[in-house]
């Protein structure tokens, strides 16, 4: 007991002499705060927004030939499409409504002729074929957005892990601490560092 209370008069002593080589980091706050951490956060929502967006368009346009769909899928997921483009993708689009249009009135039909049975049998393969492909395409975006969220966490923490260290060595702090774990510090760097990650481009 007499050894413990040795040592930690000990390392008391020692963190009294030299308090101004510690430091503390509030990483909440560089979190909630920093435009650095948001802008990129913004990035990854408009990216989700972008992949829910195409696959609503698609679960709504589902009669479509597998070219035609792979074709509007690219446009949807495509970023800043030119007006030809977007005129394409309106296209597609009219297309799927009409022949859907088309499916719901030959399902209806009492006694189809052979022409109307095999519009009808070419029309219901494309639409199963269809949720087949947007089942498919939705655990692809899926795993696309947790590897892009993993990613950009990894680049962002790694980033703000150097910022905090370039400031702590230009202030000499030998050591910074999470203020998750510290009631209080005198070197609080948490301003500067969302000051510099915010100056970055």
Same mark, same amino acid.
């Given at each position: 007991m007499k050894t413990l209370l040795v040592g930690m008069l000990t390392l008391c002593g020692f963190v009294a002499a030299h308090a101004q080589a510690?430091?503390?980091?509030d990483?909440?706050?560089?979190?909630?705060?920093?435009?650095?951490?948001?802008?990129?956060? $913004? #990035?990854l929502q408009a990216l989700e927004? #972008?992949?829910l967006s195409a696959l609503q368009t698609l679960q709504e346009n589902?009669?479509?030939?597998?070219?035609?769909?792979? $074709?509007?899928?690219?446009?949807?997921?495509?970023?800043?499409?030119?007006?030809?483009?977007r005129k394409r993708v309106e296209e597609l689009k009219q297309i799927a409504r009409? #022949?859907?249009?088309?499916?719901?009135?030959?399902r209806q039909k009492a006694q189809p002729s052979e022409t109307e049975k095999a519009a009808l049998e070419?029309?219901?393969?494309?639409?199963?074929?269809?949720?087949?492909?947007?089942?498919?395409?939705?655990e692809q975006l899926r795993q696309q957005l947790n590897q892009q969220a993993q990613q950009r966490s990894a680049e962002v923490?790694?980033?703000?892990?150097?910022?905090?260290?370039?400031?702590?060595?230009?202030? /000499?702090l030998a050591i910074v601490f999470s203020a998750e774990v510290v009631?209080?510090?005198?070197?609080?760097?948490?301003?500067?560092?969302? /000051?510099?990650?915010?100056?970055?481009?």
């Open positions: 510690f430091g503390v980091v990483y909440a706050r560089i979190v909630n705060e920093s435009n650095f951490v948001k802008t990129n956060l $913004e #990035r927004a #972008r992949y589902l009669v479509l030939s597998n070219e035609e769909r792979q $074709e509007l899928t690219n446009l949807l997921l495509a970023d800043n499409l030119n007006d030809a483009q009409q #022949r859907a249009s088309e499916l719901q009135q030959l070419r029309f219901t393969q494309m639409e199963a074929l269809g949720r087949e492909a947007l089942q498919t395409l939705l923490q790694k980033i703000v892990r150097e910022v905090i260290a370039q400031v702590a060595k230009e202030k /000499k009631f209080y510090a005198d070197n609080d760097i948490t301003d500067e560092v969302i /000051k510099r990650l915010d100056a970055r481009k």
